[in-house]
């Protein structure tokens, strides 16, 4: 969410409302381009057998021989580069292969990757795949994992975020316990109720106290809890170690107040 | 206002928004009905408000997460260009290809200019350095017209006429993809072509072989080489967007233009088909040299009639002023 990160981008909406997206890396990338491989070499392949065997059939002279066999290396080459198109327009920038790793082609505005934009990021392919692979070189360089066709199309490839679940994200933190054992029973707990005990959660669930405060904190709250459970000098509950004490009356209040 | 009134109130429509994601097909909104998409549009707008003061108030709550995934979700599934239709084939071809040809001019002229140079650059080679003939020209060509007769029938067309519109697809495809290493490719693809053409062109021209070498090269080289031209022209006008980006990012410049130049580059493409049925059937085939020379001008008139003409705005009488379109400020 943070712009100057670099595995995500922020963008800023119509509604002025920014936006962050994960860039995905260049391991994903490939991994993808690998797996699109395994579904359009096939297809290339295919479609070369059938292009020869057309030529077998209806070529009858050495000089259409040469031009037969010359044809069907670009049209491997069309059906390769065409896989990627037509797949990225039919399913609006996400072939089987990115589709695998949850990758997805937006445009830098956060809009979806219209028809002109997928157009040029796959005729841009010719200049990534076949300049020695200068995509692979720039996207390694570049910040935001961008190969010559995202750059000249204004596109970039984004990661799907696994959708969190509501639930689990207004789910109130977990309480970190040192014992989960709730101990012998407290006296005096019917002097407090649930009141206390969201307010003793809330120190339970609060990450990142430094040991000292969270001591000192936890040295505070027993000695007011004593006091209010009513709790006689001698009570073996004065003994414990304080934060011990507020996990024990935490659990047994949660019990009688579910 | 806590986090948990917070999201105790705004958090039916969140749970609106998600479902309404999960109806989307494709990525797509399609085959919704017009109230839904409003209805979308007004949640997504609502929960990227949400969205906002979650990120002010709560930034480190799960919760922003959640907003944030939720409208990155939603975000370009209403946000998004036109929707690509086969129906927008036609309208393309009447009207936006030749005003994008048209608005291309100047990058198309620098182009044609730079296969002119090469043509020149190759005649004059040739001419001028005897010496160098027999490495410049394919050395069959001399034997052609040693025997009277240049070009050979073309057999089993179909596979070359396939051969060639492969190839010149590709050619004018990598001509435009150039542009992204500043053009130099397609400058270098401009001259080499020019100067190939220059050069047989020239040992045509001293064997005496003009009408007929130019009949063979007319009839489908109008339409070729016109391709060729304006597909470096949107080579060039990568190139040219990344040298000279103007008062916008390097970036921005570039993709305005891209999207622009690709359609141009794959349309111009479209008439290689054409071209390449006439190169294998027509130029290599024994009708008259006259009619041949004929037909290329034919094609030539068509091609550019269209190119310049087509898609112009009707010309207005002038009306009320409020009847004008409102003019563009310089």
């Given amino acids: 969410m943070n712009s100057s990160q670099l595995d995500t981008i922020s963008v800023k909406t119509s509604d002025n409302v920014t936006l962050g997206y994960s860039v995905a890396g260049l391991g994903s990338r490939l991994v993808a381009q690998i797996l699109d491989n395994l579904v359009a070499l096939p297809i290339t392949l295919v479609a070369i057998l059938l292009y020869s065997a057309l030529a077998s059939v209806f070529v009858t002279s050495a000089q259409g021989t040469g031009f037969a066999d010359a044809g069907a290396g670009f049209f491997a080459g069309f059906v390769y580069f065409g896989y990627f198109f037509v797949a990225e327009v039919v399913t609006g920038g996400k072939t089987p292969g990115k589709g695998a790793m949850g990758l997805r082609v937006i445009r830098v505005d956060g809009s979806a990757a219209d028809f002109g934009a997928l157009a040029v990021r796959n005729v841009l392919r010719i200049v990534d795949v076949g300049a020695v692979l200068i995509g692979i070189v720039i996207m390694f360089f570049q910040p935001q994992t961008r190969r010559l066709g995202d750059l000249g199309a204004g596109t970039i490839v984004v990661r799907d975020r696994a959708m969190v679940s509501l639930a689990a994200a207004v789910a109130p933190p977990p309480v970190i316990l040192r014992t989960p054992d709730a101990g012998p029973t407290i006296d005096g707990l019917d002097h407090i109720g649930g009141v206390e005990r969201d307010a003793l959660r809330v120190f339970l669930s609060r990450p990142g106290l430094s040991p000292k405060l969270r001591a000192d904190l936890a040295a505070d709250i027993a000695k007011r809890l004593l006091d209010r459970l009513g709790l006689p000098p001698s009570a073996p509950e004065r003994l414990w170690p304080p934060e011990l004490f507020i996990e024990r009356v935490y659990l047994q209040l949660d019990q009688l107040h579910p | ?330």
């Fill in chain 2, 1 to 330: 206002m806590s986090l948990d009134t917070f999201i105790a109130e705004r958090q039916g429509r969140w749970g609106a928004l998600e479902a309404a994601i999960k109806t989307a097909k494709r990525g797509r909104l399609r085959n919704q009905s017009a109230s839904d998409i409003e209805r979308f549009g007004l949640l997504l707008r609502q929960t990227s408000s949400d969205l906002a003061i979650a990120r002010r108030d709560h930034p480190d709550a799960p919760i922003t997460e959640y907003l944030n995934t939720l409208c990155a979700r939603a975000h370009p599934l209403l946000y998004r260009g036109r929707p690509w239709r086969l129906g927008a084939i036609a309208p393309f071809f009447a009207t936006a290809l030749p005003r994008s040809f048209r608005a291309a001019w100047p990058y198309i002229v620098t182009s044609l200019g730079l296969m002119l140079m090469g043509f020149i650059a190759g005649w004059l080679a040739v001419d001028l350095r005897p010496d160098l003939r027999a490495s410049l020209v394919p050395p069959s060509l001399f034997d052609e017209m040693a025997r009277g007769q240049i070009g050979t029938g073309v057999q089993d067309a179909p596979f070359a006429a396939a051969f060639i519109i492969q190839n010149n697809i590709r050619v004018a495809l990598i001509c435009f993809a150039g542009g992204m290493l500043l053009g130099i490719p397609t400058a270098f693809l401009l001259l080499t072509n020019g100067w190939m053409l220059g050069t047989v062109a020239a040992a045509v021209h001293l064997g005496g072989y003009d009408f007929q070498f130019w009949s063979l090269i007319v009839p489908h080289g109008v339409l070729e080489l016109s391709v060729i031209v304006i597909s470096g022209g949107t080579g060039l006008m990568l190139g040219d967007a990344i040298l000279r980006p103007g008062r916008l990012r390097r970036g921005e410049a570039l993709a305005r233009v891209a999207v622009r130049a690709v359609l141009l580059a794959l349309g111009a493409a479209t008439l290689l088909i054409i071209a390449g049925t006439l190169e294998a059937f027509v130029s290599p085939s024994s009708l008259p040299d006259g009619v041949k020379l004929a037909i290329g001008a034919g094609v030539g008139v068509l091609l550019y009639s269209w190119l310049i003409l087509a898609g112009r705005a009707p010309r207005r009488r002038p009306g009320f002023a409020f009847d004008r379109p409102a003019e563009t400020p310089a």
